[in-house]
């Protein structure tokens, strides 16, 4: 029957009091098979305004959506496209029941934001609030109402390529940005036309792959998990996230997609989540090339089991449930609480009242690619630049006839500032450094240097780099010797870092250090500008060159956000999500680690202690690093201890811009817990304030700390707060200097 009949036939359904009776009355009409259908999403497989192509496996599939059997679909974009889709199912299926359409709006749509690595160095939640805020606007105008985001794994291995898809190394931050971003995905009602469903991925532990190798096993500790790993996945939950994705992972030897530890003994059980679990892509499928599982059959049965609700791409819910549960090694009950819980989320979606809500093809032409969004794109690319060095203020460059030239291939690219994770967005639409830089010097000279990749550069296939052709290197040189100033567009292509793309060699790819030594060898004055999806290991330009601005893979607007921050049209305030290592040997290396037993030289030439032989311990540059045009200084700290009263400890630092133009200052507070009955960090961020200040201009900053940033979780998960000496630092960065100690005395 057609969704129209089905409400006339059954009108109480929508008059229930609540959801959750609405939900019953369809399970009550639903057969089996119909329930594990909604456990069932495909990838796009037709174009579904054409005919359907006689191929078996895409015939069974379009069968599919019309008996029911399919709850979701991905890939399936464009209002013409979902509408074609969504009405098969619900004017064909017998019950009408609606798809839900998604899709990976990982940092933009159509109109491409900062990578999130790159939005997570803003520091800035409003900003990244409003920046998933017009992703979702845009997508949902193109027919999509789930996104596969945000990622909220906490990973320290710039080797692993999905560091740009995340928040960086630190579970406070990671845990703050996973709430701005759902907040933005989902807006203040999910039913709302510009809402889409927000998925928490990947549950759990995908940051920690050993050697920073996709899909590795992850062997980590019980205090990393609740105290690392665990927290922004919390903080997700709590926040109202509807879908959480599981990942492709081993976490003690069994499979994420089948650890009923983390799906229902935490996720479902103790966090009382009340949303979804999707697999990742064939993760279902996955559990056989594990061994954990003989077959498909025997690999949906633990699936479904463990707690994952729908099967993505595997095509084993849809194949094997129904046998499944008759001869009972799967619980019918399963069956229903995964179709309930799904049911439920489409009716939040106010799908039920209305499938062709996010179908309005005047709304989509109005919406994509418009000024409020492009103009949302180019904000948020300024406030994730980061300043990592400026020697004798070399930035800003001067507009008024100074003589700059600009060299590198990645500095005339329109792709690659995309970064990855963009399957929406039209091929060559970014904005170039070179363009942007001809917004303030038309004239600007330009020497593209050797190439960086060879080849046609595709999502699905690896990225080729040249190591042999020097072309273009002698031209650049030439053309830098009588330079004022070069600026330098070096780094990786916006497809070197992703799903897939581990690297276990973190400098400049292929010749661009040799390239950058030769450039500086006739001219000192060298802005380095590095366009990457993950930390870097540039020891050398770091002690060579006097300026280095990382500007990451910046999206859409890309070359604008660059060139108003070299040109000093905007004051870059960003600060570092992850460290930068100085060698690959180093990784994984984090600024929140904890001491060793010997963790200081204790004499000249001694060798027992922890550290390396041809390297020091240090990260090149630290987390929560990042400079500005102005200078800041800090002073006065001191500590309230109000505990006793009302649970709080307040903590008060004045702030001063020294410098002589207006900047932001990112405060960061870090607290260390002394001595514990559970060895905690060296220091750990617990607060954060983003500050504008004017020149010569002071204002004091307030820091409430209670429980929640005291205590910690033992190696159960239990959450507690011991009695104990607390040193507390704050300032811009995790090398903050200026330091204080409290005592806390009342824990009974």
């Given amino acids: 029957m057609s969704s129209v009949t089905f409400k006339e036939k059954d009108s109480t359904l929508l008059q229930q009091d609540t959801i959750d009776k609405k939900v019953d009355s369809v399970l009550n009409l639903m057969t089996l098979e119909e329930k594990i259908g909604q456990m069932n999403q495909y990838n796009g497989f037709m174009d579904f305004t054409g005919p359907v192509p ?50 990976d709006v990982i940092h933009g749509y159509e109109t491409m934001s900062p990578i999130p690595l790159a939005e997570a160095a803003s520091w800035d939640l409003k900003a990244i609030q409003e920046s998933a805020r017009l992703a979702a606007k845009e997508a949902s105008a ?14 320290r291995d710039a080797r692993w390529g999905r560091v740009m898809e995340g928040a960086g190394e630190d579970p406070f931050l990671s845990s703050e940005i996973a709430v701005a971003r759902i907040q933005g995905f989902q807006g203040k009602d999910l039913a709302s036309q510009e809402s889409i469903m927000a998925c928490a991925k990947h549950f759990a532990a995908y940051g920690f792959p050993e050697a920073g190798r996709e899909y590795n096993n992850a062997d980590i500790g019980t205090s990393t998990l609740y105290n690392i790993v665990l927290p922004p996945f919390k903080a997700s939950n709590d926040a109202g996230v509807r879908t959480f994705m599981n990942s492709f992972n081993q976490l003690n030897g069994i499979p994420a997609t089948a650890n009923t530890f983390l799906l229902r003994d935490i996720l479902k059980e103790k966090w009382n989540f009340k949303g979804f679990v999707v697999s990742d892509w064939g993760s279902v499928a996955e559990l056989i090339p594990h061994g954990y599982a003989k077959d498909g059959k025997m690999a949906a049965k633990l699936a479904v089991n463990a707690g994952t609700d729908m099967d993505m791409e595997s095509h084993l819910y849809v194949n094997e449930l129904v046998s499944l549960v008759k001869e009972g090694l799967v619980d019918s009950a399963a069956i229903d609480d995964a179709a309930r819980r799904i049911l439920k989320i489409k009716f939040e979606l106010g799908l039920f009242d209305n499938p062709y809500k996010y179908c309005d093809l005047e709304r989509e032409k109005k919406v994509m ?122 780094g990786e292509h916006g497809l070197q870092s992703g799903e897939g793309r581990s690297r276990t060699q973190l400098g400049l790819p292929g010749l661009q250090q040799e390239l950058l030594e030769k450039v500086f060898e006739v001219n000192k004055n060298v802005v380095l500008v590095l366009n990457n999806g993950r930390p870097l290991a540039l020891p050398w330009a770091k002690e060579n060159i006097p300026a280095i601005v990382e500007a990451w893979q910046l999206g859409s ?115 260390r817990d002394k001595f514990s009955s559970i060895a905690r960090p060296v220091k750990e961020l617990k607060g954060f304030e983003l500050v504008e200040l004017e020149p010569d201009s002071s204002t004091p900053i307030r820091f409430i700390l209670d429980k929640s940033h005291l205590g910690f979780y033992d190696n159960e998960g239990n959450w507690f707060i011991e009695n104990g000496s607390f040193d507390i630092w704050v300032g811009g960065s995790s090398n903050a200097a200026l330091k204080t100690t409290f005592e806390l005395n009342e824990i009974e």
């Fill in 54 to 103: 006689n191929v078996e496996d895409t015939e069974r599939k379009f069968e599919h959506i019309k008996m029911g059997y399919v709850g979701a679909m991905l890939n399936v974009r464009g209002v013409k496209e979902v509408r074609a889709v969504q009405k098969i199912a619900v004017e064909q299926s017998r019950l009408g029941i609606p798809l839900i359409f998604g899709f």
């Fill in 369 to 490: 690619g418009s000024t409020e969004i492009i103009n949302g794109a180019l904000d948020m690319a300024l406030k994730s630049i980061v300043l990592l060095k400026n020697e004798n203020q070399l930035l800003p460059l001067d507009k008024s006839g100074q003589n700059a030239v600009l060299i590198g291939v990645l500095a005339t690219e329109k792709n690659s500032p995309l970064g990855n994770w963009r399957a929406a967005a039209k091929e060559n639409t970014g904005v170039s450094v070179l363009e942007g830089m001809q917004q303030y010097d038309e004239n600007i000279i330009y020497s593209k240097g050797p190439d960086l990749t060879l080849g046609k550069i595709e999502f699905t296939k690896e990225v080729l780099i040249n190591n042999s052709d020097t072309t273009g290197i002698t031209e650049a040189v030439e053309v830098a010797k009588e330079a004022d100033v070069v600026v330098m567009v070096l």
């Fill in 142 to 155: 193109a027919g999509i109402n789930w996104t596969f985001a945000p990622m909220v794994d906490v990973s």
């Fill in 557 to 671: 607007q890309s070359g604008n956000a660059i060139a108003q921050v070299l040109y000093g049209d905007y004051n870059p305030s960003g600060k570092l999500p992850m460290s930068f290592p100085r060698n690959v040997g180093q990784v994984p290396i984090y600024y929140n680690s904890k001491s060793t037993g010997r963790p200081s030289l204790p004499s000249p030439d001694f060798v027992f202690w922890s550290h390396y032989q041809d390297e020091v311990n240090d990260a090149l540059w630290v987390f929560g690093h990042g400079l500005s045009y102005t200078e800041f200084e800090y002073a006065d700290l001191s500590v309230i201890d109000n505990y006793s009263s009302n649970g709080t400890i307040e903590v008060t630092v004045k702030l001063t811009n020294s410098g002589k133009v207006k900047g932001k200052e990112i405060v960061q507070l870090y607290l």
